[in-house]
Protein backbone atom coordinates (compact mmCIF):
# COMPACT_ATOMS: atom_id res chain seq x y z
CA UNK A 1 0.00 0.00 0.00
CA UNK A 2 0.77 3.64 -0.50
CA UNK A 3 0.01 6.49 1.63
CA UNK A 4 -0.06 9.98 0.54
CA UNK A 5 0.13 13.12 2.50
CA UNK A 6 -0.50 16.88 1.44
CA UNK A 7 0.54 19.98 2.30
CA UNK A 8 0.64 23.63 0.76
CA UNK A 9 -2.59 24.93 0.77
CA UNK A 10 -4.22 28.13 2.32
CA UNK A 11 -6.19 31.35 1.31
CA UNK A 12 -4.57 33.00 -1.01
CA UNK A 13 -5.83 36.63 -2.95
CA UNK A 14 -6.38 36.46 -6.63
CA UNK A 15 -3.24 35.93 -8.74
CA UNK A 16 -1.90 35.07 -5.98
CA UNK A 17 0.57 31.37 -6.06
CA UNK A 18 1.28 28.64 -3.60
CA UNK A 19 3.37 25.20 -3.44
CA UNK A 20 1.20 22.24 -3.18
CA UNK A 21 3.31 18.98 -1.91
CA UNK A 22 2.29 15.44 -2.00
CA UNK A 23 5.07 13.15 -0.05
CA UNK A 24 4.59 9.20 -0.70
CA UNK A 25 5.34 6.20 1.82
CA UNK A 26 4.74 2.62 2.24
CA UNK A 27 5.31 0.74 -1.36
CA UNK A 28 6.93 3.65 -3.48
CA UNK A 29 8.71 1.25 -5.78
CA UNK A 30 5.30 0.64 -7.41
CA UNK A 31 3.96 3.82 -7.77
CA UNK A 32 4.24 4.52 -12.01
CA UNK A 33 2.63 8.22 -12.11
CA UNK A 34 1.58 10.62 -9.64
CA UNK A 35 -1.04 13.79 -9.75
CA UNK A 36 -2.81 15.77 -8.69
CA UNK A 37 -6.63 16.63 -8.92
CA UNK A 38 -9.31 18.74 -7.53
CA UNK A 39 -12.56 19.14 -6.28
CA UNK A 40 -14.62 22.26 -5.56
CA UNK A 41 -18.13 22.88 -3.68
CA UNK A 42 -20.82 20.74 -5.90
CA UNK A 43 -18.91 19.67 -8.23
CA UNK A 44 -16.90 16.43 -9.64
CA UNK A 45 -13.18 15.57 -9.04
CA UNK A 46 -11.34 17.10 -11.87
CA UNK A 47 -7.84 16.68 -13.11
CA UNK A 48 -5.73 18.91 -12.42
CA UNK A 49 -1.66 16.98 -13.31
CA UNK A 50 0.10 14.18 -13.60
CA UNK A 51 3.51 12.83 -13.85
CA UNK A 52 5.03 10.05 -14.35
CA UNK A 53 8.09 8.39 -13.38
CA UNK A 54 9.89 9.41 -16.87
CA UNK A 55 9.00 12.78 -15.68
CA UNK A 56 6.15 13.36 -18.94
CA UNK A 57 3.55 15.23 -17.78
CA UNK A 58 -0.14 16.33 -18.51
CA UNK A 59 -2.07 19.31 -17.24
CA UNK A 60 -6.10 19.78 -17.98
CA UNK A 61 -6.32 22.57 -19.64
CA UNK A 62 -7.95 25.56 -17.26
CA UNK A 63 -4.38 25.55 -15.88
CA UNK A 64 -2.07 25.02 -18.39
CA UNK A 65 0.38 27.93 -18.17
CA UNK A 66 -0.40 28.59 -14.31
CA UNK A 67 0.14 25.32 -12.64
CA UNK A 68 3.71 22.99 -12.70
CA UNK A 69 3.88 19.64 -11.72
CA UNK A 70 6.84 18.00 -10.65
CA UNK A 71 8.56 15.26 -8.63
CA UNK A 72 11.54 14.75 -6.46
CA UNK A 73 12.03 10.63 -6.82
CA UNK A 74 14.60 10.72 -3.86
CA UNK A 75 12.32 12.53 -1.59
CA UNK A 76 9.14 10.42 -3.26
CA UNK A 77 7.15 14.03 -3.64
CA UNK A 78 5.40 15.85 -5.96
CA UNK A 79 5.02 18.92 -6.33
CA UNK A 80 2.41 21.36 -7.83
CA UNK A 81 3.21 24.73 -8.13
CA UNK A 82 0.39 27.19 -8.28
CA UNK A 83 0.67 30.55 -9.86
CA UNK A 84 -1.97 33.42 -11.06
CA UNK A 85 -4.28 31.87 -9.15
CA UNK A 86 -8.13 32.56 -9.56
CA UNK A 87 -11.64 32.38 -7.51
CA UNK A 88 -12.40 29.48 -9.78
CA UNK A 89 -9.01 27.47 -8.64
CA UNK A 90 -10.89 27.10 -5.26
CA UNK A 91 -11.34 23.24 -4.12
CA UNK A 92 -9.50 20.94 -2.34
CA UNK A 93 -6.52 19.55 -3.56
CA UNK A 94 -6.36 15.38 -4.25
CA UNK A 95 -2.64 13.95 -4.34
CA UNK A 96 -3.03 10.49 -6.05
CA UNK A 97 -0.61 7.79 -6.64
CA UNK A 98 -0.96 5.20 -9.61
CA UNK A 99 0.51 1.53 -8.38
CA UNK A 100 0.65 -2.12 -10.10
CA UNK A 101 -2.03 -2.70 -7.74
CA UNK A 102 -4.35 0.23 -7.44
CA UNK A 103 -4.85 4.51 -7.16
CA UNK A 104 -4.03 5.91 -4.08
CA UNK A 105 -5.66 9.30 -2.51
CA UNK A 106 -4.50 11.63 0.04
CA UNK A 107 -6.41 13.47 2.80
CA UNK A 108 -6.65 16.52 0.68
CA UNK A 109 -5.85 20.21 1.20
CA UNK A 110 -7.65 23.23 0.94
CA UNK A 111 -6.93 25.96 -1.24
CA UNK A 112 -9.27 28.93 -1.04
CA UNK A 113 -8.72 31.82 -3.55
CA UNK A 114 -10.33 34.98 -2.76
CA UNK A 115 -9.79 38.79 -1.70
Known amino acids: QVQLVESGGGLVQPGGSLRLSCVAS????????MGWYRQAPGKQRELVAT???????NYADSVKGRFTISRDNAKNTVFLQVNSLKPADTAVYYC?????????WGQGTQVTVSS
Open 26 to 33: GDVFSIYA
Open 51 to 57: ITTGGST
Open 96 to 104: NADTWSGRY
